[in-house]
């Protein structure tokens, strides 16, 4: 399997989903990131735009990396007499709120197989933890049955998003089928999420962090008076450059941009190499605030 080095992520873009999914498909874009969470995805229109792609020749299945995740109910949408009755493709929710974690996660993935139109999933990630610190009950059968999955072939790789160090320190002490990824909003002023890469990086470990909200939880750093001078140098824009740092600093971003000529730009971030002094002057960019 390989892994992008961007994903094209799906979140917040409701009734245009398939239109722009198919759009980055034609751009270039391999690797795309959706979840079976109603609240801020719209899964089965991801699953529209690689049908019409798989069938038209524009990608093939094995050049795809497709990722979903499994939210637990407190991450899903609130929705009308949910916790009466579970009435799938109704209510909105992926599975029955009712049912024990693990049966949850495989109603979930059944519905994002569906949805996707696909007999597997290149990855897997829990959609964050059940709690605020460290990882309880939920969180491990959750893992367990993801591991199953994972053990029967229909899930590449596992991972984990919107945790902390302590969670992914957690996961990698308690989990058979060790994490790959783990996804989080990426904030300059938190040092790039430091601690938590960290933990990712350790040797044992080598999990492959995923950024999100790269440009959106940082706006104030696309205008800094550190970063100007260092796209003037590049002839690149502040995202693009933003993008490149991550990735040379051992980072997956994850781009949702709706803009083809921004599809075009951020596909295009291998074709330029930060140096060292450029690379520390963005590491320490929110020093400058």
């Given at each position: 399997m390989?892994?992008?080095?961007?994903?094209?992520?799906?979140?917040?873009?409701?009734?245009?989903?398939?239109?722009?999914?198919?759009?980055?498909?034609?751009?270039?874009?391999?690797?795309?990131?959706?979840a079976n969470q109603r609240k801020h995805y719209h899964e089965a229109g991801v699953g529209e735009a690689l049908a019409t792609a798989l069938a038209e020749g524009t990608v093939r299945r094995g050049d795809l990396?497709?990722?979903?995740?499994?939210?637990?109910?407190?991450?899903?949408?609130?929705?009308?007499?949910?916790?009466?009755?579970?009435r799938p493709g109704i209510d909105g929710l992926p599975y029955d709120p009712a049912a024990p974690i693990a049966e949850q996660v495989a109603q979930s993935f059944a519905s994002s197989l569906e949805h996707l139109g696909?007999?597997?999933?290149d990855s897997l990630v829990l959609h964050g933890p059940s709690q605020r610190d460290?990882?309880?009950?939920?969180?491990?059968a959750a893992w367990r049955a993801?591991?199953?999955?994972?053990?029967?072939?229909?899930?590449?790789?596992?991972?984990?998003?919107?945790?902390?160090?302590?969670?992914?320190a957690?996961?990698?002490?308690?989990?058979?089928?060790?994490?790959?990824?783990?996804?989080n909003r990426c904030y300059a002023e938190r040092g790039w999420d430091r601690a938590v890469r960290a933990e990712c990086a350790?040797?044992?470990?080598?999990?492959?962090?995923?950024?999100?909200?790269?440009?959106?939880?940082?706006?104030?750093v696309q205008t800094s008076a550190?970063?100007?001078?260092?796209?003037?140098?590049?002839?690149?824009?502040?995202?693009?450059?933003?993008?490149?740092?991550?990735?040379?600093?051992?980072?997956?971003p994850l781009t949702g941009t709706t803009d083809s000529a921004h599809m075009a730009q951020d596909l295009a971030i291998s074709t330029f190499e930060l140096d060292a002094q450029d690379l520390a002057a963005i590491d320490t960019i929110c020093a400058e605030r």
């Open positions: 390989t892994i992008p080095a961007l994903l094209y992520g799906t979140a917040w873009k409701e009734d245009a989903t398939a239109a722009l999914v198919s759009r980055a498909l034609s751009a270039g874009f391999r690797g795309i990131d959706t990396f497709v990722q979903s995740k499994f939210t637990f109910r407190g991450g899903q949408a609130e929705v009308e007499g949910a916790g009466a009755r579970w696909l007999d597997h999933l460290g990882l309880g009950p939920d969180d491990h993801m591991e199953a999955l994972a053990n029967s072939g229909q899930v590449g790789l596992l991972g984990i998003s919107n945790v902390s160090a302590r969670q992914v957690e996961l990698v002490a308690f989990a058979q089928v060790p994490p790959a990824f783990v996804q350790k040797p044992k470990t080598k999990i492959v962090y995923q950024a999100f909200s790269l440009l959106t939880a940082n706006r104030a550190t970063l100007a001078p260092i796209t003037k140098k590049h002839g690149k824009t502040a995202p693009q450059v933003i993008f490149r740092f991550a990735q040379q600093m051992g980072m997956l």
